[in-house]
């Protein structure tokens, strides 16, 4: 191995504008897929406070199909309750306000500013895992009490309190009404979309919100189901469908309809959920990212292997004198693929960081979700949000498929002349 990465090295050294061209290609061609990756895994991955993706079943929309025709939107806390919150598969359900507002807040007689305020239940501390820095979040018994208890995040600590130090006690003034901090977690990118906010108040201190309903069925809340395993999603399906049916036969005499569409979705299938009148497609989202993945590879491999021709044709007394001494067609296609599978994975690094730079550089045009234009906070990244394990392999797996394509072809060519013609440089 310490020989082939020499003569790798000395291959680079000897056709310097080809070596170039050919990394400089790999590595942008690896770039682009890694970003489109990224830009893909960041909605699914797991990362605080929405680590346990994989187990988590949204209702974010519902849709009702009136007389008059059909309204899509939050959906009302009776509908939730009477749908939703009796479920018995799944470890947890909780019901909240999908969109945070921006609320005005002060303490101590302090200048006010805005802070985006989301409304929960406290099963919403068992559904997401936030990082908490001070206390413990509202329980069971502080949400049906209707007690005035937030939780704040650290950065809206500091700017509200004027200090990092524990603060759990403290009060402060919302909406009128004077809330007491009751813990304070760790600050919450934006790509976590379903617990994103900057506070986070029991919904019963806010009947006003809790009131805005329409038709009984439609209203101000979204709701987030936590299964034991991934494997209860078509029993907790099947169990939420039966829900519905109940549900429409009491609104039946009205005329109305909930549609089902397939809800809850899972975290995939949440993620290109753009209109809730239609239920989003999966099969076509994947048949669209292969395409992209396959016009991504094989346009740079077509060019890569080019240039990987040209290189090979300067080496073919190479090759010939070393089949002269008995090496065989297979120990030299293995040895360039291996070669090539090195200039690869190096690009292959470089393009991979390239993608991670790009990311955090241009975060907000890339990596911005929708329906977030009243959010205060922009989506925060760091290492353990873009790269995951399932990251890494993808890099590899492209590098793989690239070096395969583009070199297996211009290899094989070079071996399967003659050994006279080899040592005469002819094809």
């Given at each position: 191995?310490?020989?082939?990465?020499?003569?790798?090295?000395?291959?680079?050294?000897?056709?310097?504008?080809?070596?170039?061209?050919?990394?400089?290609?790999?590595?942008?061609?690896?770039?682009?897929?890694?970003?489109?990756?990224?830009?893909?895994?960041?909605?699914?991955?797991?990362?605080?406070?929405?680590?346990?993706?994989?187990?988590?079943?949204?209702?974010?929309?519902?849709?009702?199909?009136?007389?008059?025709?059909?309204?899509?939107?939050?959906?009302?806390?009776?509908?939730?309750?009477?749908?939703?919150?009796?479920?018995?598969?799944?470890?947890?359900?909780?019901?909240?306000?999908?969109?945070?507002?921006?609320?005005?807040?002060?303490?101590?007689?302090?200048?006010?500013?805005?802070?985006n305020v989301k409304l929960t239940d406290a099963a919403f501390w068992h559904v997401f895992d936030f990082k908490y820095i001070y206390g413990k979040p509202?329980?069971?018994?502080?949400?049906?009490?209707?007690?005035?208890?937030?939780?704040?995040?650290?950065?809206?600590?500091?700017?509200?309190?004027?200090?990092?130090?524990?603060?759990?006690?403290?009060?402060?003034?919302?909406?009128?009404?004077?809330?007491?901090?009751?813990?304070?977690?760790?600050?919450?990118?934006?790509?976590?979309?379903?617990?994103?906010?900057?506070?986070?108040?029991?919904?019963?201190?806010?009947?006003?919100?809790?009131?805005?309903?329409?038709?009984?069925?439609?209203?101000?809340?979204?709701?987030?189901?936590?299964?034991?395993?991934?494997?209860?999603?078509?029993?907790?399906?099947?169990?939420?469908?039966?829900?519905?049916?109940?549900?429409?036969?009491?609104?039946?005499?009205?005329?109305?309809?909930?549609?089902?569409?397939?809800?809850?979705?899972?975290?995939?299938?949440?993620?290109?959920?753009?209109?809730?009148?239609?239920?989003?497609?999966?099969?076509?989202?994947?048949?669209?990212?292969?395409?992209?993945?396959?016009?991504?590879?094989?346009?740079?491999?077509?060019?890569?292997?080019?240039?990987?021709?040209?290189?090979?044709?300067?080496?073919?007394?190479?090759?010939?004198?070393?089949?002269?001494?008995?090496?065989?067609?297979?120990?030299?296609?293995?040895?360039?693929?291996?070669?090539?599978?090195?200039?690869?994975?190096?690009?292959?690094?470089?393009?991979?960081?390239?993608?991670?730079?790009?990311?955090?550089?241009?975060?907000?045009?890339?990596?911005?979700?929708?329906?977030?234009?009243?959010?205060?906070?922009?989506?925060?990244?760091?290492?353990?949000?873009?790269?995951?394990?399932?990251?890494?392999?993808?890099?590899?797996?492209?590098?793989?498929?690239?070096?395969?394509?583009?070199?297996?072809?211009?290899?094989?060519?070079?071996?399967?002349?003659?050994?006279?013609?080899?040592?005469?440089?002819?094809?």
């Amino acid at each position: 191995m310490k020989t082939i990465f020499k003569q790798t090295y000395q291959q680079l050294k000897e056709q310097p504008l080809i070596s170039i061209v050919s990394v400089a290609g790999t590595a942008l061609s690896l770039f682009l897929i890694m970003l489109v990756v990224m830009i893909q895994q960041v909605k699914v991955a797991p990362f605080s406070p929405e680590g346990n993706r994989d187990r988590m079943l949204h209702v974010k929309f519902g849709s009702l199909l009136t007389k008059d025709g059909e309204t899509n939107g939050p959906m009302s806390l009776h509908a939730i309750n009477a749908i939703y919150k009796n479920l018995k598969t799944p470890e947890a359900v909780t019901a909240y306000t999908y969109f945070p507002t921006r609320e005005p807040l002060s303490a101590n007689g302090s200048k006010s500013f805005t802070a985006n305020v989301k409304l929960t239940d406290a099963a919403f501390w068992h559904v997401f895992d936030f990082k908490y820095i001070y206390g413990k979040p509202y329980n069971e018994a502080n949400f049906k009490a209707g007690i005035p208890l937030a939780v704040i995040s650290r950065s809206t600590a500091i700017k509200l309190f004027n200090t990092t130090g524990d603060v759990v006690g403290r009060t402060f003034l919302l909406k009128y009404i004077t809330y007491k901090v009751a813990a304070v977690v760790s600050d919450v990118s934006s790509l976590a979309t379903m617990s994103y906010s900057q506070i986070w108040i029991p919904y019963t201190t806010d009947q006003e919100t809790c009131n805005m309903v329409w038709n009984n069925t439609m209203g101000m809340f979204s709701t987030t189901i936590l299964m034991h395993s991934p494997k209860d999603e078509a029993k907790v399906h099947a169990e939420a469908l039966a829900n519905l049916n109940k549900y429409n036969l009491t609104i039946k005499d009205s005329g109305n309809k909930l549609a089902n569409r397939n809800r809850p979705y899972n975290t995939e299938k949440e993620s290109i959920d753009f209109a809730a009148n239609l239920e989003p497609d999966l099969s076509a989202e994947h048949r669209t990212e292969l395409i992209v993945f396959l016009i991504l590879l094989i346009v740079p491999a077509v060019n890569l292997s080019s240039m990987t021709h040209s290189r090979l044709r300067q080496r073919i007394s190479e090759i010939g004198i070393r089949r002269a001494f008995g090496c065989t067609r297979w120990s030299i296609l293995s040895q360039i693929i291996t070669e090539n599978m090195i200039v690869t994975l190096c690009a292959g690094a470089l393009g991979f960081i390239m993608s991670i730079a790009c990311g955090f550089i241009f975060t907000d045009s890339l990596l911005t979700p929708a329906y977030s234009n009243s959010y205060n906070n922009g989506p925060m990244v760091n290492i353990g949000i873009l790269i995951h394990v399932s990251t890494f392999f993808y890099a590899l797996a492209f590098c793989f498929v690239l070096n395969l394509l583009s070199t297996s072809i211009p290899a094989w060519q070079a071996c399967k002349t003659s050994i006279i013609n080899d040592l005469n440089g002819k094809r």
